[in-house]
């Protein structure tokens, strides 16, 4: 298994300029999770999804869209990029099955370094 | 809102020494989750857990539920061991989903 795959690892942006990060995983879980990570700061959750077709905005959704078609795939769009969105951008993944105790032991991709100037 | 605060904020050592590395949070959560953070960024989980203890290797994680508070400790502590050491606590979103929040982590170094 690959486990949880990012691209791309590193991006420069320029002001106003759009791009999707993306993530995938090849372990069946149904929980995918985009966090970002600001120096000196915990992760912040972006968004999250619960499976194919269902998304949900995490504490920090704003300038971001996420889509879920498949379970393998979860990209993150960034729209009118801003140099506040600099940061390193992680996309985990876990299992929980449906009708039991919440597992939540989360998978991480390598990560994305975005800059945008 | 649940803080998570951890102690120190940094950490060198020398090889050999015993490690502990400590994790605070303000309300109840569901379980606690050790991570590490490598050098070049990748994040691997280490530990979950909800009550007492659990080891694996020279790691070993506690929880003190009424305290509200965890520990990692390293034992025989090893370069390799270097890394940033991440608390986070799991909590309730609403339909039954829940969210992890997470302390800054701890920058641990260890020399030769």
């Known amino acids: 298994n690959a486990g949880v795959t990012q691209t791309p690892k590193f991006r420069i942006l320029k002001i106003g300029q759009s791009m999707t990060l993306q993530c995938a995983q090849d372990?069946?879980?149904?929980?995918m999770y985009w966090y970002r990570q600001d120096p000196g700061m915990g992760l912040k959750l972006i968004y999250y999804?619960?499976?194919?077709?269902?998304?949900d905005k995490g504490e920090v959704p704003n300038g971001y869209n996420v889509s879920r078609s498949t379970t393998e795939y979860f990209p993150l769009r960034l729209e009118l990029a801003a140099p506040s969105q600099t940061s390193v951008y992680f996309c985990?993944?876990?299992?929980?099955?449906?009708?039991?105790?919440?597992?939540?032991?989360?998978?991480f991709g390598p990560g994305t370094r975005l800059t945008v100037l | 809102k649940n803080e998570v605060e951890q102690s120190p904020q940094n950490l060198t050592a020398q090889e050999g020494e015993f490690i502990t590395i400590n994790c605070s949070y303000s309300?109840?959560?569901?379980?606690l989750h050790w991570l590490q953070q490598h050098p070049g960024g990748g994040i691997v989980s280490l530990f979950m857990?909800?009550?007492g203890k659990k080891k694996h290797g020279r790691l070993i994680a506690t929880i003190n539920i009424q305290e509200k508070h965890s520990s990692l400790h390293i034992t025989a502590s090893h370069p390799r061991d270097s890394a940033v050491y991440i608390c986070?606590?799991?909590?309730?979103?609403?339909?039954?989903?829940?969210?992890?929040?997470f302390g800054t982590g701890t920058r641990l170094t260890i020399i030769p």
């Open positions: 985990a993944s876990s299992y929980n099955p449906p009708g039991q105790p919440k597992n939540n032991e989360q998978f």
């Open positions: 372990m069946n879980h149904n929980y």
């Open positions: 999804s619960v499976g194919a077709g269902i998304t």
């Open positions: 309300v109840g959560i569901s379980a």
């Open positions: 857990l909800s009550s």
């Open positions: 986070a606590v799991s909590h309730p979103l609403d339909f039954g989903n829940e969210k992890l929040t």
